[in-house]
């Protein structure tokens, strides 16, 4: 005898359906209320004990705790000084530097110098092979023949006026071709002592040193094809002065000009005496700074170019005070300082016009007066507070 038996879904399965289920409706509700939810905002720090914190101003009572790094003194007259050492590089003077390329198109053959060897006038430098200097070799030699002949056909016209033979008018037309033919050589020769050239041959030159110097810059090798339009290959420079150049921002050119005081320091001690020879009436477009320039003597040759140095120069501006560098803060755009109201007692925030940092001291152009009462210390304090509070 045969049971029937009826299948049904299990029981756990039965219970975990549901479950699925709510677990959907409730997820789906999550996110819809997690949509409209609105974080509150932090709460705001209350300032500290004593101390009422305005748009650009902070105020302190007399028993504030905030005195204990707040230090408020009177702002002292300023003097002329010498700048902070700034980065500087020695650099060859341009106006006793020769500059030398290839005159004529060519192969490299031979180089007879490297960079920083010291070079006599008329020393051979480099060889280059040029099918272009055979032409002209051969353009003179073709001038001279050509003239030779000239010449010698006005003899011979000559001598034929001379006993009668034709008619004098003869020598207009031979004079002309003598004067053309040496007028040609004449050509010929200016164009390869033009070049400035030792001959190698009739398709090789050598390029000698124009100069007494020392070789400054060469780029220039074996094999390397030339031309005119390769521009300069090799620079000579008299080193017996030199130029030390220092990049300022614009802000920290002041009242510098030509003939202002310097101090170029070299190996980190030796102070040597010079004088401002150039400050640049352009930014430099590389490093977006002016160049300022100091002239020095260099019998010795001890200052060599792109060694590194710095340079103190003599401000004579007319500052009005001069105070701390920390008491001056900036916002990238302006520098300001925190002035004592004197008849609120605020330490209000003010804009001023400044100089160079020398010594940890700042130069006050505009904006203070000797003896108003300015945060010495602790002005960064003020500044975030007022951040915090605004």
């Known amino acids: ?39 509150p905002d932090p709460p705001k720090e209350a300032p500290a004990p004593g101390m009422t914190v305005g748009s650009a101003s902070v105020t302190l009572t007399n028993d504030a705790p905030m005195w204990s790094v707040i230090k408020v003194e009177p702002a002292a007259p300023a003097e002329p000084h010498w700048t902070d050492p700034v980065p500087a590089r020695i650099v060859f003077d341009e106006g006793r530097t020769s500059r030398l390329g290839s005159p004529l198109a ?38 001279t023949v050509e003239r030779a002949t000239a010449h010698a056909n006005f003899d011979r016209v000559q001598a034929l006026v001379d006993a009668g033979s034709i008619p004098a008018k003869e020598l207009i037309t031979v004079k002309q071709e ?81 003939g202002a005081k310097a101090k170029v320091i070299v190996g980190g001690t030796t102070e040597l005496e010079g004088a401002v020879n150039q400050v640049s009436a352009v930014v430099d477009p590389d490093r977006h700074t002016v160049p300022v320039r100091v002239k020095l003597l260099n019998l010795d040759g001890a200052l060599r ?27 990238g755009e302006q520098s300001y300082v925190y002035a004592k109201d004197g008849k609120t007692g605020a330490l209000v925030k003010r804009t001023v016009v400044v100089g160079s940092v020398s010594a940890g001291k700042v130069p006050v152009l505009q904006g203070v007066e000797p003896g108003e009462l300015i945060v010495t210390r602790g002005a960064i304090l003020l500044d975030n507070q007022i951040q915090l509070d605004n």
Do not use: C
């Not at 045969?2 to 509700?29: H, N, Q």
């Not at 041959?201 to 007494?212: L, M, N």
């Open 106 to 143: 060519g192969r490299v053959t031979a180089v007879m110098v490297e960079r920083g060897q010291h070079v006599k006038s008329g020393a051979p430098l480099f060889t280059v092979a040029s099918p272009n200097l055979a032409e002209l070799r051969a353009e003179l030699s073709k001038a």
């Open 178 to 258: 003598v004067a053309e033919a040496d007028l040609a050589v004449n050509l010929a020769q200016q164009k390869l002592s033009s070049l400035k050239i030792a001959g190698m041959g009739d398709a090789s030159f050598t390029v000698s040193a124009p100069r007494d110097g020392v070789v400054v810059e060469k780029t220039i090798t074996i094999g390397q094809e030339v031309d005119t339009a390769a521009g300069s290959v090799m620079a000579i420079a008299d080193l017996s002065d030199v130029w030390v150049v220092a990049d300022l921002f614009e802000n920290d050119v002041g009242a510098l000009a030509i």
């Open 1 to 39: 005898m045969t049971e029937d038996v009826s299948v049904g879904p299990a029981p756990g399965r039965a219970l975990r359906i549901p479950i699925i289920v709510a677990a959907i409706v409730f997820g789906g509700t999550a996110i819809v209320l997690a949509r409209h939810y609105k974080r």
């Open 305 to 331: 170019p792109n060694a590194y140095a710095q340079i103190k120069f003599y401000d004579p501006t007319a500052a009005k005070v001069a105070l701390p560098a920390q008491a001056v803060l900036s916002d």
